[in-house]
C-alpha cells in the first residue's frame, strides 16, 4: 500500500543567474537612455550576446540538475510526492512502511536526474533558431524573458524526451505502478491532481518546473548586475540594458 503516502511541499530554488537583462520597466527615468544604448549595439552583438547568455545560463541549469542528487541531495528541488498523497504517507510511515515510501521518493529523483540532460541539445538548438526579432524582445523584456522563451519553444518536446527516460528509472522500483493505482484512485475524489496521478507525467513536469526555476533565476541574476556577466560581450549587451 505505497502509494498511501506520499506528499510534501513542492520546493522552490533559485539559482544564481546574475541577470540576464535588467527589467527596463522598472527603470522609467531613464528609459530614453536606456534604448539609446541598445540602439546604438550592432544587431550581431545583440545575437551574439544574447545566444551566449542563453547558452550559458541553460549548461549550468543542466549540469546542476543531470548530475547524483542534483535534485535529490538538495531541499530546495527536491521532488517530494504530491500533497495531496500526505495523509497516506504517514499511514505508511505509521504501519512500518517509510522505507518504501522514501524508495519511491528517492527513485523519483533519480528519474528526473537522468532525464535532464537530454534538455540540453534541445535548448542549444532553440539558441540557434533564436531570431533577431526573438533577441530583442528578450533584451528589452521582463526577468524571465529569455526563460520563458525557452520554455516556449522547448517545453513540450523536453516533456516528450523525458517521459520514457523517467518510466524506465521508476519501472525499475515495483513501487512506480502501486503509486499509479493509488494516485488514481485519489484522483477521483479530488484529493490529487489527474497530473498527479500517473508518476510519469508528475516526475516530468516537476523535473521541467525545476530546470527552468533555475534558469530563470540566473537570468534575473544578470539582469541585476550585468557587469559581472563575465564576458566582455555580456557586459556590454546587458549593460546597455541594465545602464550599469
Excluded at 522598472?26 to 536606456?34: D, I, K, R, Y
Excluded at 493509488?182 to 507525467?201: H, S, T
Amino acid at each position: 500500500m505505497l502509494a498511501a503516502g506520499l506528499a510534501l511541499s513542492l520546493p522552490a530554488h533559485a539559482f544564481d543567474w546574475s541577470g540576464i537583462l535588467k527589467d527596463v520597466t522598472s527603470q522609467p527615468a531613464s528609459e530614453t537612455a536606456t534604448t539609446s544604448r541598445v540602439d546604438a549595439l550592432s544587431t550581431a552583438e545583440i545575437n551574439s550576446g544574447l545566444k551566449e547568455a542563453l547558452t550559458r545560463g541553460a549548461d549550468a541549469a543542466v549540469a546542476q540538475l543531470g548530475q547524483k542528487d542534483g535534485f535529490f541531495g538538495n531541499d530546495a528541488l527536491k521532488i517530494p510526492l504530491p500533497p495531496g498523497l500526505q495523509k497516506a504517507e504517514k499511514a505508511m510511515r505509521m504501519f512500518g512502511m517509510g522505507k518504501q515510501a522514501d524508495e519511491l521518493v528517492l527513485s523519483m529523483n533519480r528519474a528526473a536526474e537522468a532525464a535532464v540532460p537530454e534538455a540540453k541539445p534541445l535548448l542549444v538548438n532553440a539558441v540557434k533558431a533564436m531570431t533577431l526579432e526573438d533577441a530583442k524582445g528578450i533584451l528589452t523584456g521582463g526577468k524571465t524573458s529569455a526563460t520563458d522563451f525557452f520554455r516556449r519553444k522547448t517545453e513540450a518536446k523536453l516533456a516528450e524526451r523525458f517521459a520514457p527516460i523517467v518510466k524506465a528509472n521508476t519501472d525499475k522500483l515495483g513501487l512506480a505502478q502501486q503509486y499509479n493505482q493509488y494516485a488514481g484512485m485519489a484522483a477521483q475524489f479530488n484529493l490529487v491532481d489527474k497530473k498527479q496521478a500517473n508518476v510519469e507525467r508528475y516526475v516530468t513536469q516537476q523535473a521541467l518546473d525545476r530546470l527552468y526555476t533555475l534558469i530563470g533565476e540566473k537570468e534575473a541574476a544578470i539582469r541585476a548586475n550585468p557587469m559581472q556577466a563575465g564576458s566582455d560581450l555580456l557586459k556590454k549587451v546587458f549593460g546597455a540594458v541594465g545602464g550599469k
